[in-house]
């Protein structure tokens, strides 16, 4: 077997195409590319367009099916006053995000994380609260963030520069924009609406400014912790 030279699924030698991106990888087809290098790097571009087409369609079929579910739930249920906590657990969020309110959403969903963490008055998390927060709750949180930013903002995109930037917590956030020409940025700084950049939101590992942690932890060690329930994946997801 050898690798599809477009996206490394292997491939027998008999086969005419890649079962998962459908490049021709007869030895014909493997021949042209090696004399023809270009055409090797306008194949996997394209791939990955259309990798990270399907992978935000398969994200938002997932929320869909989740919100149809929530919807059907409501319908079956009688309420005397008002609908249960379950069927509007996250409707706030839901509605923040589609308005492209980030900073209200960041405000919720950070008071979200503090509620089912369970630390009462305390505003922070620490390390062995983080490594045991549930995977659902935070699934389903990065989830909305995800698609309803177009795949720009969630845990899970911030995840993918994390890792890509080595861990390094000044690299990671000139890219995510908490830094800005070597100045640490202030909560109030942060774009609240509108574009942002790629990884921009939520905000976990700090309240204040980008420098600054909460609890007795700066903010890189308690990105690191945030950041080690998303291990580096093909995909990026959880």
């Given at each position: ?210 420098c600054y942690g909460v609890g007795g932890f700066t903010a890189a060690e308690l990105l690191d912790h945030w950041m080690a329930r998303f291990p580096p994946s093909h995909d990026g997801?959880?």
């Amino acid at each position: 077997m050898s690798p599809c030279p477009i996206c490394g699924t292997d491939c027998q030698e008999d086969w005419l195409s890649c079962p998962r991106c459908g490049w021709d990888v007869t030895p014909e087809s493997r021949g042209a590319i090696a004399e023809n290098p270009s055409h090797l790097y306008w194949g996997r571009s394209l791939w990955q367009r259309l990798d990270q087409e399907v992978t935000l369609n398969r994200r938002l079929a997932m929320l869909e099916q989740r919100l149809f579910d929530l919807e059907q739930r409501q319908q079956m249920l009688t309420w005397p006053t008002q609908p249960s906590d379950s069927d509007w657990l996250y409707s706030p969020l839901a509605t923040y995000l589609s308005q492209q309110n980030w900073r209200e959403a960041d405000g919720w969903t950070w008071q979200r994380i503090l509620e089912v963490a369970q630390v009462g008055e305390r505003l922070w998390l620490e390390p062995e609260e983080i490594a045991n927060f549930p995977q659902q709750e935070l699934q389903a949180l990065d989830e909305l963030w995800y698609s309803y930013s177009q795949g720009a903002l969630g845990w899970s995109v911030q995840a993918d520069i994390w890792w890509e930037s080595a861990g390094q917590y000044s690299q990671f956030c000139d890219r995510v924009g908490w830094r800005s020409q070597g100045t640490w940025l202030y909560y109030d700084d942060l774009y609240s609406q509108g574009d942002a950049p790629r990884g921009h939101f939520p905000i976990l590992p700090w309240r204040k400014r980008s420098c600054y942690g909460v609890g007795g932890f700066t903010a890189a060690e308690l990105l690191d912790h945030w950041m080690a329930r998303f291990p580096p994946s093909h995909d990026g997801g959880i």
